[in-house]
Every structure is written in C-alpha cells, then in structure tokens.
C-alpha cells in the first residue's frame, strides 16, 4: 500500500518526470550537453530549465569473457577465459568517455589478457606459478580501462588449459 507522500511523488512523477538515483547508483548532471557534476541518490526534476540526470551504478558487477584460443611464445596453444569484477571510479568519464562503458571494458579485458598471455614466458603459466600471473594481468588491464572510469578489482581465470587439441569435423573445401 502507497503511502501518501509516495502517492503524490507518483503523481507528480507521471505529470512532471522525474529521475531517480538510487541507493548504489550516482547521477551524471549535464547542463547544455555538458557534464557538469555528480550528484547522490535521490529523486531529481527533469525539464528544460533543470539539469538531466543520468543514473549510474557504482556497485560491483561480474562480466565473464569468451572463450579464446591463443598461441604462446613456445608455438603451443592456450585456451582460457576469464571473470572480472568492474566497479565504476568516476561516473562522469565512464559516461562520457566510451559509448557503452561495460562492453567496452570488457572487450578491452578479454583482449589485454590475450595479449598479455601471449607475450609472457611459458613458465609463467604453470598453475603453482598463476598467482602472480592474475596480479599481472590485473595491472595490465587497470592500466587500460581506467582511461574510462572503469577498475577492475579482482579477476579469475575460468578456464585455463594449455595444447588442447583441436579436431576438424570437416576437412578443407575445394
């Protein structure tokens, strides 16, 4: 049951919109076209005289990579995929500095990670010695992504096996 101060919010929500930033999200408040500040959750006026307000989360979120197969220095293969944890550092950089800022971090994570393991030495991939390979990789991909307001707090390899053998089903068309 609404209470009548949420009736009246509803109310004038549905007559003069709105913006709600919620607990675990900042507001991006624009000016003509400018990003000109961070606001705290709450509820904001939107209209042609007040600043827009875009929501944006700042809580922890899991993005997983594809699968991928690359070839190490030895000539062998590795196949792995990773899970980053991404939390959003500054909500005005990761609105305005890339189009979609999850996808883009983490097109950006499964590709230093494929360059990162592809330059390493071999013996760095062995699992007693992958501990200090995730710190690496870490490092490798905070220097990337925090251009754009993104971090990434903790990441783990899913899958990690090395020469996997690859079978055809078909063979070669002619």
Known sequence: MLT???FILEVISFVWPVTRV???ERGVRYWCGKARGITEPGVYWTGWWFPEVKPVPITRDNYETLLQTIT???GGTL???ATASFTITDPVLALTAVQRYDETA????AAVLADTLADLEVGRLDPEKRRGLLKTCTAAVNAEINAYGVHVER???NNFVRNVRGYRLFGELK
């Open 4 to 6: 009548f101060a949420q």
């Open 106 to 109: 983490l097109e950006d994570v």
């Open 155 to 157: 990441l783990r390899f």
């Open 79 to 81: 196949t792995f995929n």
């Open 22 to 24: 919620r607990t675990g």
């Open 72 to 74: 190490t220095k030895d």
